[in-house]
């Protein structure tokens, strides 16, 4: 939207890869994205019909009534930065995935110079001036959450790594997590965590750990300066070419399988000072209105409790 500009009217999907509850939520996303018009795709499909279709006239009304809030009052949240153009390297998708630990990203395509919170993905990389931009927004306060893959491309990476308190160069060791310990138990994941590079602290405080004997953390933090450090991999090029697809994430995601405890930490590095504090599992996305208001979707395929203190 901040490449378009007021060239972006609408958001289009369609009935393929979905089942009703599917279809009727790529109406709703497209709505809490700011989109005027729907375009959906194709008339087809409508012809043969699709079994989403009695959803959307079911809930038609409150979409509508969706859009004028969201238009009245854009959803707040970090800003994710994404120059025009740019590689993502192994973090495709990585805006989706975050969305559903609860983390409204809000993306940029310039760098958002006021943003209480700032997520730097591997996109980020291909801005040349990005050194300075992180110190700006420090001084001024903010938060940092970076991606291993970011820290690792980026210019001036050394000196961003010093930032962060981790070492520098970051070494590409792409690895597996299939269990989580948490106190005396361990959390088996229905599908691996995956992870790019091999984080060494160097002052960085230890976040999330999958085991007291793994020697690569998830997350870590530089507790002075509010920097983040993520250990992420969703997909790369190669993933999807490995399995001839073009377009759905070519495989499931363990990221999105993390424990409770693991989750809060997860949006607690994005929170924001003064908005509310959430308590669920993964799979519950929540977009606050910049009138205050919250609209909150649980993807889960069970009814999960959620915990909301202002």
Request: proline share 6%; net charge negative.
């Amino acid at each position: 939207k901040t490449v378009a500009e007021d060239k972006h009217g609408g958001a289009w999907f369609d009935h393929e890869d979905c089942n009703a509850r599917d279809f009727l939520e790529q109406a709703y996303q497209s709505v809490l994205a700011g989109a005027k018009e729907l375009i959906i795709f194709s008339f087809d499909s409508f012809v043969n019909g699709h079994p989403g279709h009695h959803l959307l006239i079911q809930d038609f009304e409150k979409l509508a009534a969706l859009a004028e809030a969201v238009s009245a009052n854009p959803v707040n949240g970090p800003a994710g930065y994404k120059p025009p153009n740019s590689d993502a390297g192994g973090d495709l998708y990585l805006f989706d995935y975050i969305g559903m630990f609860g983390v409204s990203l809000i993306p940029e395509s310039g760098y958002p110079e006021d943003a209480k919170v700032v997520f730097l993905p591997s996109q980020a990389a291909a801005d040349n001036d990005i050194l300075a931009k992180i110190e700006g927004s420090l001084a001024d306060g903010s938060t940092i959450v970076m991606t291993t893959g970011f820290l690792a491309k980026a210019k001036d990476g050394e000196k961003i790594a010093r930032m962060a308190q981790v070492r520098w160069p970051m070494k590409g060791i792409p690895s597996e997590v299939e269990s989580i310990e948490l106190n005396d138990s361990s959390y088996m994941l229905k599908f691996p965590l995956k992870m790019d590079y091999q984080i060494v602290p160097d002052g960085a405080g230890v976040v999330l750990q999958p085991s007291v004997k793994s020697s690569n953390p998830f997350l870590v933090r530089n507790e002075e300066r509010s920097v983040f450090v993520i250990n992420t991999h969703t997909f790369s090029q190669e993933d999807f070419s490995a399995v001839g697809e073009h377009l759905l994430a070519p495989g499931q995601m363990g990221l999105v399988e993390l424990p409770q405890k693991w989750a809060n930490s997860i949006r607690e590095a994005f929170h924001m000072q003064n908005d509310p504090v959430i308590d669920a599992p993964a799979r519950v996305t929540v977009q606050q209105l910049s009138d205050g208001s919250l609209v909150i979707h649980n993807y889960n395929q069970e009814a999960v409790n959620v915990t909301i203190t202002f």
